[in-house]
Structures are given as structure tokens and as C-alpha cells.
């Protein structure tokens, strides 16, 4: 039984760090709670590397994975893309998301994110604006460029006032000015699955 449930974790790993782009496609509700732990996994992505870091996350703990999706997808070039989050920054703008999934069955709720203009994005703004997580356990993770969470885990705690939001996780993920995409694969990708394994047995998540 041991070597079977070994093999599996094996699989699952496997499978999460080295076919991202087989994966089904973004937006749907996968997987399910296991293990006596009602898990919810949510993340928005644009390089597809906190993608990459949340179905790390989602084979450890068997949780399930939702991505957020803006109602008015954001502009596929770069600087278009960054005008405008600094334009909703600057205004306190939360654009309106296709998918708000409903948190309440989940009493674990994993929050994913890449940093944008160092702070934590618009559309995790929103939804985290309008769910209520009140009593239950909130692990912020994040990938960036190069520089850092920025200001995102404490927006996060902020947002969560009611809530038990445990010590973030933050990777390395891609570098999209630089042309530099989904990087969390291969290696990379075993050595933020070691790094996703620390992090949850500091907090006891299994």
C-alpha cells in the first residue's frame, strides 16, 4: 500500500512539473479535497509559472485548483499590460472576474500570484475583496522576476482580516520583459517542488 501511495505522490509530482502546457485548460475547477483537508487552491497566472507553482501545490495536498479569470482579459503586450495595471493601482481599480469561486466549503485557502509593479494584482485585489474567508487558513504564494513579493503578502493580510494568513511562499518564476516565460520546469521545477515541501511542513499541511 505504502509503495503504491509513494508512486503515486511520484506521478502527481511528475506530472505537475514537467507538463504544465498539457495540462486542461485554465479556468476549470480541478481535482478534489483529500487527505481530511478541505483545500482550495486559487491562483491567476500570465507566464504560467505561479500556474506551474500552484499544481505543485495542488499535488501535495490534493486540493482543488482554480485560476482566476478577468472578465476583460488583460493585453497580451507587455507594456499595454503594464500601463494598464499601473492605471488600476493608481485609481484602486478591481476588475471584474469571470469566475469568483465560492471559498465557503474550503476551511484551507492557497492564493497564487505573480507580482505585478510590485504589488499584489488587481484581479486577486477583487477577489479577495469580495469572498468572505473569515476563520479560515490563508497561504499567500508568489512568483516574480527576480525582485521579490513587492508588497503582495501584506495586501494579502490586510484583505484578511478575519482570516489566519500563514507565511508566504515566494519563487522565482519567468521574466517577461526579458522574453523569458514559463522558466518553472525541468530542474527548476523539482527545486520549487522541494521548496513547495518545506513550506508546507512548516505548517503542518500534508
Not at 27 to 33: L, N, T
Request: with cysteine.
Amino acid at each position: 500500500m505504502t509503495r503504491t501511495l509513494n508512486r503515486r505522490r511520484m506521478l502527481a509530482l511528475m506530472s505537475a512539473s514537467t507538463a504544465v502546457a498539457a495540462l486542461p485548460a485554465i479556468g476549470r475547477a480541478q481535482g478534489s479535497p483529500t487527505k481530511g483537508q478541505d483545500v482550495l487552491i486559487v491562483y491567476l497566472t500570465r507566464t504560467r509559472n505561479t500556474e506551474a507553482l500552484a499544481r505543485l501545490v495542488q499535488a501535495r495536498t490534493g486540493g482543488t485548483l482554480v485560476a482566476l479569470q478577468p472578465q476583460q482579459p488583460y493585453p497580451q503586450n507587455y507594456q499595454a499590460h503594464v500601463d494598464q495595471v499601473v492605471r488600476e493601482n493608481e485609481q484602486s481599480l478591481t476588475p471584474a472576474l469571470r469566475n469568483p469561486v465560492d471559498p465557503a466549503p474550503y476551511s484551507t485557502v492557497f492564493v497564487g500570484f505573480p507580482t505585478w509593479g510590485m504589488q499584489l494584482p488587481p484581479p486577486v485585489k477583487s477577489w479577495l475583496a469580495q469572498v468572505k474567508l473569515s476563520g479560515k487558513r490563508v497561504l499567500p504564494f508568489n512568483t516574480h522576476a527576480g525582485f521579490g513579493v513587492g508588497s503582495g503578502f501584506e495586501t494579502v493580510q490586510a484583505l484578511c482580516p478575519n482570516s489566519t494568513v500563514l507565511a508566504g511562499l515566494s519563487i522565482e518564476g519567468g521574466y517577461e520583459k526579458r522574453g523569458q516565460m514559463l522558466m518553472l520546469q525541468g530542474d527548476r521545477a523539482r527545486r520549487a517542488d522541494e521548496q513547495v515541501a518545506q513550506w508546507l511542513a512548516r505548517h503542518q499541511i500534508s
